[in-house]
């Protein structure tokens, strides 16, 4: 079917709730695509005639093709449906059931997460719906207990509420404007058409009446825009002077703290050095101090082991045998294993005259005495560890004792005793 202006209206007016027949016409619109502001218009006259139900099936059109758009990167249609889409949403919104308001903004819902549309025209279409469900006379809430889109106007920050109003005001006019302006140039265009034929003069003026009157609202339409646009821009520069001037007080401010940071490091710096030269003063006096204490200490010999010659001596006198001779009777040897410190005693022959006055005739005895002990400080033996021998003889000095007859008692009893 080719396309034209009836073509688009049969199409419309036998479209159903059907997923089969939405998707039939999407297609066939988004074929004609180089239609799209033409085929735009038709749909949003289409809406405004049509029953609630009707309605409903026409937003579910204009979700197809523009999903279908978005999803091909073609935005003929997506340019064509923003200026009107948020008064085709509240034209199909007001006065619908609550059923089918809930399928509406169900649509809203999907549009917003799937970005079909620009952030401005998502805001406005959710704003209108809010604004028809605030003025409802039932004062009832929706089905959700609450508006599907309250939690994206809750993230407006405080600074930048004055301009929310501002900014739907200054949209709703855009789009407003934007038909206005659509409608009047398409009229223009059919009316000044070189290829259309010429109509009566009834006729004519009729239309030239319709059209200035669409031009004019045009105009009344973009005349609002200006408005809303310029008042959008006075609370912009106002809020860009105070902006600017928390800039200039901000840097100065900035200024003065890193000037007072710099001052507050020197200070730091020369804190942090009188610390260390203090530390220094304090290990030079401690150092000073230790080497004093170390001087006035007083020297104490290290002990050491006794040398190994201490203990045994080098040199040490071997023991001897003692020998003790008599007259008659050969020398008996003494072993050296015999203890230094009991000697030995001298017997007599029994056949060994006695002479008077307690001499004894041809008596020679020599004994050897045993090793001196080693101790230097008892002995007074030399420091080369050498002992002295001690000969003990009884020679005339003894026997001379003897002789004067100063033996002693016992003694001599014993004698005369032994001569008997």
């Not at 406005?124 to 508006?147: F, M, Y």
Request: glycine share 4%; aromatic share 4%; no cysteine.
């Amino acid at each position: 079917m080719a396309y034209t202006a009836d073509a688009v209206r049969a199409k419309l007016s036998a479209l159903n709730e059907t997923q089969e027949g939405i998707v039939t016409v999407a297609q066939w619109v988004m074929f004609h695509r180089r239609h799209a502001e033409r085929t735009v218009q038709l749909w949003f006259e289409k809406l405004r005639e049509s029953p609630s139900n009707k309605r409903l099936n026409l937003i579910y059109l204009a979700n197809e093709v523009a999903q279908q758009s978005k999803a091909r990167r073609k935005d003929d249609f997506l340019n064509a449906f923003s200026p009107i889409i948020a008064e085709a949403m509240a034209i199909a919104y007001k006065g619908a059931s609550n059923e089918i308001q809930q399928k509406l903004r169900r649509v809203v819902e999907v549009w917003r997460q799937r970005m079909i549309f620009e952030q401005p025209i998502q805001r406005v279409i959710e704003a209108r719906i809010e604004e028809l469900d605030k003025n409802r006379s039932s004062g009832k809430k929706p089905l959700l207990g609450g508006s599907l889109f309250s939690g994206s106007s809750g993230t407006v920050p405080t600074e930048l509420q004055p301009l929310v109003p501002l900014q739907t005001a200054l949209t709703k006019a855009s789009v407003s404007s934007t038909t206005a302006v659509t409608t009047a140039n398409a009229e223009y265009d059919r009316m000044n058409d070189p290829n259309t034929p010429a109509p009566t003069p009834p006729v004519h003026a009729a239309r030239l009446t319709q059209l200035l009157k669409s031009l004019a609202n045009a105009e009344n339409s973009v005349s609002e825009v200006i408005k809303s646009r310029q008042a959008l821009v006075d609370a912009l520069e106002k809020m860009l002077n105070e902006n600017r001037a928390a800039l200039d007080k901000e840097r100065s401010l900035v200024a003065q703290l890193a000037e007072r940071k710099a001052e507050t490091e020197t200070k730091k710096r020369d804190v942090e050095f009188a610390i260390m030269q203090g530390l220094a003063a304090e290990d030079t006096q401690y150092n000073a101090q230790a080497e004093g204490a170390e001087a006035s200490r007083p020297q104490v010999e290290a002990l050491t082991p006794p040398p190994v010659e201490s203990l045994t001596p080098v040199g040490s006198p071997k023991a001897e045998p003692t020998t003790i001779t008599t007259a008659s009777a050969p020398a008996e040897t003494v072993p050296a294993s015999a203890p230094p410190s009991a000697p030995q005693p001298f017997s007599l022959e029994p056949d060994s005259p006695v002479l008077e006055g307690g001499g004894l005739p041809g008596l020679s005895t020599t004994m050897a005495s045993p090793p001196a002990p080693t101790d230097s400080s008892s002995n007074g033996v030399a420091a080369g560890g050498s002992a002295k021998r001690r000969k003990v003889a009884h020679g005339d000095e003894e026997y001379a004792q003897y002789a004067t007859g100063e033996l002693d008692a016992d003694v001599a009893e014993l004698l005369k005793q032994e001569g008997e």
